[in-house]
Each structure stands twice: as C-alpha cells, then as structure tokens.
C-alpha cells in the first residue's frame, strides 16, 4: 500500500483533487430507475424510500488518501448525478457535447455509461415530473417563458429537485437518527388507520423509516471499508486515521455525536444521503459555528482536539462540499447557473435570545476558508453587536477572495421574519442558504419561486400589453399609452400588467408544488424538520406549515423605478417631452434620438441618495410584494417577493425592448435584485447604500440583493478596511438586506478575458454565488466588467 505524503499539507493536496473538470455519474440514475421498476404500482413516497434505501446500500463508497471527513455521493471524485426523474431529455440530446460546451462542461462520459445511460433514462419517457408539468400547465402560461417569467427555484424545466432548504443537522448530532426511529415508532403507534388522513401519515412514516436505516446502514458501509483499508495501510499515522474513521461511522449518525469531528461527520453523511434524495441547488447546513460549538469547545477543554486539527477538519468539509457539482442543461449554463450546489454556510449573528453569537469556532471557520477558498459558500450575518475584530477578519478574507463572502443584516432579517408569521425565537435563529434564501434550519421549508420580469411589465403598459420586439400579446389591453395625460395612468396600466403577471406565476408554482408533493417527496429531508413527523407530513406537503414561504424573484426593480421616475419628471412635471416623442422614441431603440436620450441620461437615478427617484423604486418593490401576498400556496406556504435576480437579467433583458431610463433594447436588465444599473450609481458607495437603505425591504422578505464592486487599492490597508467594514456595519444598522462585492478591478477582469490561461484561479461575485471568472459565458463576464467600480469608501 502507498505510504502517505507527508512532505505537504494534506488540505493543499485534496484542494487540487477537487479543482478538476466534473464528470456526470449515472449511478444514481441506474439504481434509482432499478427500484422503480421493482415498485411499481406501490405508493409514490414508498418508492421514494426503497430507491433512497437501494442508492445508499449499493452505491460505490470510498475514502480518498488523507481524508479524515470521508463519505462520497457520486461514485467519482468530482461529479454530480443524473436526476431523470426530475427530467431526462436534455441528459440523451447532450451526452455527446458535454465535454465540448463553452461553460460548466464536462469529462467526456465512456461509451459504457452513455450506452447504460440511454437504457435507463428511456424509462422515464412520459413519467419524469418534467412530462407531467408540461401536460398539465395552460399554454398561456408556457408561451409567456423566458419572457414575462423564467424557470428559477426548481422548476421542472431546471431538472432539480425543489432543495433551497436547511434541515435540522443540528436534530441528527444531537440525539442520533435512532431517536429519530423512536420518535417515527411512537408517533405511528397512536394513528387510527380507519382515518385517511392517519392512513397517509403511516405511509409517510413507514417511508421515513425505511430511509432513517438507509443512512445508519450507509454509515456502517463505510466503518467497514475503513477497518478494511487499515488492515491494508502501511503508513502508522494513516493506519490509526483510518481506525478512528472506522469507530466514528460505527458510532454516528446513528448516535448522539461526542466530540467534534463525530458532529461534522454525522452531520456530512445525513446531509449526502439528502442531497441524493433530492438534489438541487441550495440544500444548506445552517449556522454551523452555533451548532457546532458546544462540541468544539468540550474538545478543546478536555484535550480531545487542537484548534489548528479543528480548522484542518473544516478545511476538508470544505473541500468535499466542492466535490458536488449541480448538472444543469448546456441552456440552462448559458444563463450562468454555473455547477455549484450552493449549500450555503451561515456565521455569527445573534442567537434565539437575541445576544451576540459570535464564538472562537466562527473564526475558525473564516480561518479555513483561506486556507481552501474554493467555490463553498459563507454568510456572514451583521448585527450592532457583532465584535469589530470579528467583522474585521470577515472583511479581510472577503478582500483576500476578491469579495466572496455575503454579509446580511440581522436588524433587517429578523423583522421580515416576524412579518412572515415566525415567533422572535425561530426568526432570531435564520440562516441564509442557497442565492439569498432567508429560513429557520429544520422549522420552515422556504425554497425559492420563478424569476419575474418586472421591466417587461412596464413594457407592456406603455404598448397596451404588446411586446416591443416579438409584436406578442403578452399582457392585457391597457390603452394607448400615447393618450395618457398622467403619471397615475402609466401606474394604473402598469400595475395592471403585473396584477395578470403574478396569477399565471402563481397557478403555476402551486402546480409545481402538488406536483413534486405528489411525485418526488422527500421523507428524509422531513426527519429533519420540527413537526413533519408528528404531523406525519412530507415537507413538499406542508409538513412545516405555518411557517414556510416560496420567493418569487423579482427581476429589474431599479429599471422600472428609473424609468417611472424619468417618465414623471421629463414628462409630467417638466414637461420637456410628450407622451408621444417618448413612445416613438422606444419604438425606434432610441436610433435618431440623441436629444431624448440625453435628458434621460441627466435625469436622476437610483443609487444616488435621490429621495424623488429612491420613493419610485420603492412603489415598485411594495406593489409586486403586496401582489404576491395576496395568494396562499400549494400546502398553505405563504407567497413572498425577493429582490434578487441571481443572473436573470441577462437572459430576461433579451426579452425587453427599450425602456425609458434609457436602456437598449436586450441589453441586461440591473444585476442582483436591487443593484443600481451599471454606471448609475455615480456618487458613491455610501449614496448606494443609503438609497438601497431606504427602500421597504421588510415587505420583500424573501432576499433583497446588491451587488458592489471596489478596486482593490480601495481597501489596501488597515485604515481603508476599518472604513469598508463601518460602511458594512452601517448599511446592515439602517435598513440594508444583503450586500456582497466583488474586489477586482476592471483592467484585471478584462486582461482575464484575454488571457484566461494566466487567471485560472480568478473567483468573482457573479451573483449571490462565486464562480471561476473564466468559467462564465462572454455576457456575464461583461455585465461583471460593466458593474460601477468604487475606487475607496
């Protein structure tokens, strides 16, 4: 056997392993589609368990040289599954060019597991969720995609499971999933099964059964491959690492964890077997520096583990979490979705009694973060009493990664919480996971919605509900816009728009919803939130009710608000344009019209710390909130709105002719959610913030994004990052939401488009994630480049 290298860091080592081109594995989809041939006719959750239960006992397992955190969902090293149950078209057209696409490609697959791909995934033909949401949902609604709404969250045209979620992990390495079978055992011994409803909880609860054992059995795989492997091992420290690893999966999950290695690796088995339950984006682990704690600080005390073994522990969950990649279809990379999982980490904040949470384990996880700084995911929650030292150390690894981390505001979080019906104690207790989901580790099931196109709403109001560049009835007939006398009217027609908009957006997602309840529960995930199993409910059905939300992500806030406000200004109040010579003048795309163009141009705009045009966006962020309320979900959830885009305004833009704050037709729409358009913003950080600031973000409780971008000289030394994090501090203090930032400057970005070969490394804010900036299509590259750059605070 092959002793160990012992002449590098082990971290270094795996971090390289990681950073590799992904490989598509269809090991899922083999023994998935296998059990579901075997369990037909058998109640859907039942057959959810069986293929869970059948992936976990027969999957391929291994433990990687020098690992100490060790568990595998794919049988590769780098690589994300096949999810044909979810859809399984796009898997047959692109198997071939999966290693030749321009973005988010993949190792080319071997002729075998193409040949055994095609077998298995011609099953699912007509009984992917897929083929059934497009059997069922109106034509209207499909003829308004990629134009008035696009796929987001996880909708079946994604190819993902619904995720967006944080489960309870904190339940499993507490008491151990064996307290979870005693818990299902009791709660199934009081039903009355001559009651339907109580039928169906014993079916939900034999199916949450089957999979608890799974996990247990799939840990107890790997304590036998360990003792195996050490057997074989001629390195003595390897041999004992290898003895420990075997002990610990005999022990955890099925346990109550001990030390904390135990916790982390209970924690990462239940959460593998989840992801391979229901993969998709944004399945999170919560605040695992609050968590975590009592276990880390019992080993320090008792000698059981050193600091530094506890952040080289971190450091390889790091680096596993980056050996899951998100598959998406070549159409769906073009839209810069890129690979990642975005299981988010949250840090610090206060906790459920309302004090300072920061402790020395939330260093330690920003300490490992530089020493992996690869595509994983933190949160850095801001509260008035977050120490300075720590918001310090957040800022400079921020600065270290060019941006990086997500800060977000506890003061602003807390109350959008309690406006969604969470007590103080659960809404004290968030996490953010995903893009910018706000929810309550293992209380409420909060994924996210479809992306909204808040600009083609205008749109369709100053066109009486026509498209500007296809000559589609989009929207309803609102009037000609060149007889309206009043800025009221152009509001009335708008409103109007977006009134038709959000009950399509809505019959849909609660198709989605029945759809996923129905065909793909998740009974695992369930285990792991309060009240599902004494309710005996699925998640997907309502199972965390009264508690959790679905997010509509809103796209073009700012685009609607500037255009409102130049429409009031130039041709209401200064009457230095009609109605008529600024309809012509977006019919044309603004050609021959320098003169209307530039009094566009002057015209005040979001971000400037302009109360005029600030009070305007802000009567478009309240208006679709409030529209969205109206509505009650699939299961109950209640409907919220979130100003984040991720990148949807790219795609979204080519669908919007020109718009009255200037803007050319098809050009992308404002990034983030609530980020001024590019170049607006010209005076200054704090008049950015503070415009942002002032918006009522409590009522978009679902996420509210902006995105800046600082030339590194900006914060180069301590004086300049004491500023940077007051500026932080401050934005979080008055009103602000989510604000993240991208640390390059342009010359650096734009010499990277020339020369990718020299900036392999180069990691960049594209939306509330980071990407490799060589990774990402041309456009988004661009719309980075073009984002206002901040020379100082």
């Avoid at 005390?301 to 971190?314: P, S, W």
């Avoid at 009031?568 to 019919?587: C, E, G, N, S, Y």
Wanted: glycine share 8%; hydrophobic share 40%.
């Amino acid at each position: 056997m092959k002793k160990m290298v012992t002449n590098e860091k082990r971290v270094d080592r795996l971090r390289r392993e990681a950073r590799r081109i992904p490989e598509l594995c269809i090991e899922r989809a083999v023994l998935f589609t296998e059990s579901y041939k075997e369990t037909e006719g058998q109640p859907e959750i039942i057959r959810r368990a069986k293929a869970l239960k059948k992936l976990l006992s027969e999957m391929t397992i291994r433990i990687w040289d020098g690992e100490l955190l060790v568990g595998n969902a794919t049988s590769k090293r780098v690589a994300g599954p096949m999810l044909p149950e979810v859809t399984w078209k796009w898997y047959l057209e692109e198997m071939e060019t999966l290693s030749s696409r321009k973005q988010d490609n993949f190792q080319p697959m071997s002729e075998e597991d193409k040949a055994r791909a095609r077998e298995v995934l011609a099953y699912w033909k007509g009984k992917s969720l897929y083929d059934k949401w497009i059997c069922a949902v109106p034509d209207e609604f499909k003829r308004l995609k990629d134009k008035s709404w696009a796929p987001g969250g996880a909708n079946p045209h994604m190819g993902i499971h619904l995720a967006h979620c944080c489960p309870g992990f904190d339940i499993v390495i507490r008491d151990g999933l064996n307290k979870i079978i005693e818990k299902i055992d009791n709660v199934k011994s009081n039903l009355d099964l001559t009651r339907i409803e109580d039928f169906s909880s014993s079916l939900f609860l034999d199916a949450a059964r089957i999979v608890v054992n799974a996990v247990i059995n799939f840990a107890h795989r790997y304590a036998d491959h360990a003792i195996k492997m050490a057997a074989e091992e001629a390195d003595c420290q390897r041999k004992q690492e290898l003895k420990k690893i075997a002990n610990t999966c005999k022990w955890v999950p099925a346990n109550p964890a001990r030390t904390f290695h135990e916790a982390m690796q209970a924690m990462w088995f239940t959460y593998i077997a989840a992801m391979l339950e229901g993969w998709g984006p944004g399945l999170g682990f919560g605040r695992l520096d609050q968590y975590m704690y009592p276990f880390y600080k019992n080993d320090l005390e008792n000698g059981i583990m050193t600091r530094e073994e506890a952040r080289e522990l971190v450091a390889m969950f790091y680096v596993k979490i980056n050996e899951m990649v998100m598959p998406f279809s070549d159409k769906a990379t073009t839209q810069g979705n890129g690979q990642l999982t975005l299981s988010g980490i949250t840090l610090s904040g206060i906790d459920a009694k309302g004090h300072n949470g920061v402790n020395d384990l939330s260093y330690v996880f920003l300490d490992a973060e530089e020493d992996v700084h690869l595509q994983e995911d933190l949160t850095v929650r801001v509260h008035s009493s977050t120490p300075d030292a720590f918001l310090m150390r957040a800022c400079d690894i921020a600065r270290k990664m060019k941006g990086k981390i997500k800060f977000v505001s506890d003061e602003t979080i807390v109350k959008q919480l309690l406006k969604d019906g969470k007590p103080i104690e659960y809404a004290r207790d968030y996490a953010i996971t995903g893009c910018f989901i706000r929810t309550v580790p293992g209380i409420s099931f909060d994924p996210g919605g479809d992306f909204i196109n808040l600009p083609l709403m205008l749109e369709l109001a100053l066109n009486n509900g026509v498209s500007r560049l296809t000559g589609e009835q989009l929207g309803p007939n609102t009037g000609d816009p060149r007889k309206f006398t009043s800025h009221e009217e152009i509001w009335n027609a708008y409103t109007r728009q977006v009134e038709y908009l959000a009950r399509n957006v809505v019959m849909a997602n609660n198709l989605n919803r029945q759809l996923f309840a129905q065909y793909l529960p998740t009974p695992l995930q369930s285990t792991l939130y309060n009240r599902c199993i004494e309710k005996g409910l699925d998640i997907t059905e309502g199972g965390t009710n009264p508690y959790s939300t679905l997010g509509m992500w809103i796209t073009g806030i700012p685009n609607v608000g500037d255009s409102l406000a130049t429409l009031k200004k130039l041709v209401f109040d200064d009457r230095k344009i009609t109605m008529k010579q600024l309809i012509d003048a977006l019919d044309k795309n603004f050609e021959g019209e320098d003169k209307i163009l530039h009094l566009i141009n002057m015209a005040p705009k979001f971000g400037n710390d302009v109360d005029s045009v600030d009070s305007i966006v802000n009567d478009v962020l309240v208006n679709i909130s409030d529209e969205f309320a109206k509505y009650e979900g699939f299961g109950g959830i209640r409907y919220t709105a979130a100003g984040g885009t991720v990148v949807a305004n790219i795609p979204l833009g080519k669908a919007v002719g020109a718009l009255p704050d200037g803007r050319l037709a098809g050009l992308p729409l404002s990034d983030g959610g609530i980020s001024p358009y590019r170049g607006r913003n010209i005076s200054g950080p704090t008049a950015t913030m503070r415009s942002v600031a002032k918006l009522d973000l409590i009522k978009t409780s679902g996420g509210n994004v902006l995105n800046m971008r600082f030339n590194p000289e900006g914060l180069a030394n301590e004086s300049k990052m004491k500023k940077f994090a007051l500026l932080i501090r401050k934005f979080c203090e008055t009103g602000g939401d989510l604000v993240q930032f991208n640390i390059v400057d342009s010359s650096t970005l734009m010499n990277a488009q020339k020369h990718p070969e020299n900036y392999r490394d180069l990691l960049v804010r594209v939306a509330t994630y980071s990407a490799y900036f060589i990774d990402l299509p041309v456009e988004l590259q661009n719309d980075i480049i073009a984002r206002t750059e901040f020379g100082e605070v």
